[in-house]
């Protein structure tokens, strides 16, 4: 049986992901969440007994145990709101960033096969063209944008082989098959056994 971590899992889109998991059949789940605007109810009913840990990512202490031996961890726990990260940027940027490097770490500590990282497609700016592609140049245009590319470049840090491409948006996730295999798609695929490499240095 497989085990896979959702960080987030409590909020609007993690659990969704949290039952398409469960629909595999092929493991167990678990939830990373501080319920800052997740909702214990909102995993009611899912079909499965899912322990949800009420934790904070700002806590590599707290998440580490969690995500060992993990063999995907889907990382949704974020502030993911533009004004949020204007008018409260050291929240937003503690969660987002640090947060976010929290997990990478944990996960690469605990021999996770596999990061599936929320993007945004906040990271094309305001450009007009369309359709929009992930060959396109990013143009952060808000803090939360910038802090949600970071989790993207740091992808880019890892060596080595695995699957890695940034997914920001459904619209480019029904053009590659390989997305849409995934329950998730609005996602960077990190390749977690390179930053072991990283974190050694
Ligand atoms: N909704 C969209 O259209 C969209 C688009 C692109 C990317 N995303 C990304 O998808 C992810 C999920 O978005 P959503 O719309 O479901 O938002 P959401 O607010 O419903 O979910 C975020 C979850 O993270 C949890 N959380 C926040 N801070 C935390 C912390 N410090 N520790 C642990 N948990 C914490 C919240 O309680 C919540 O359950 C985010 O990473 C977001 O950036 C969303």
Do not use: C
Request: net charge positive.
């Amino acid at each position: 049986m497989k085990k896979y971590v959702v960080t987030g899992g409590a909020g609007f889109i993690g659990s969704a992901l949290v039952r398409g998991l469960l629909a595999l059949g092929d493991g167990r789940v678990e939830v990373i969440d501080n319920l800052l605007t997740g909702k214990r109810g909102n995993l009611d009913g899912v079909d499965g007994p899912v322990p949800l840990h009420q934790v904070d990512i700002r806590s590599y202490d707290d998440i580490a145990p969690v995500l060992e031996g993990a063999d995907t961890v889907y990382h949704l726990a974020a502030i993911p709101s533009v004004p949020k990260s204007i008018d409260q940027p050291v929240p937003s940027h503690e969660v987002n960033i640090d947060g976010t490097f929290n997990v990478m770490r944990a996960a690469a500590a605990g021999g996770v096969r596999k990061l599936v990282y929320a993007a945004s497609s906040s990271a094309y700016g305001d450009t007009p063209v369309l359709p929009k592609v992930e060959a396109m140049s990013p143009n952060p245009r808000s803090p939360y944008a910038a802090q949600k590319l970071m989790g993207e470049y740091y992808r880019r840090l890892a060596k080595g082989e695995g699957r890695a491409q940034a997914l920001r948006s459904a619209q480019q996730a029904m053009q590659s098959s390989a997305a849409t295999a995934h329950p998730y798609y609005w996602a960077a695929f990190v390749p977690i056994g390179d930053w072991r490499a990283v974190l050694a240095k």
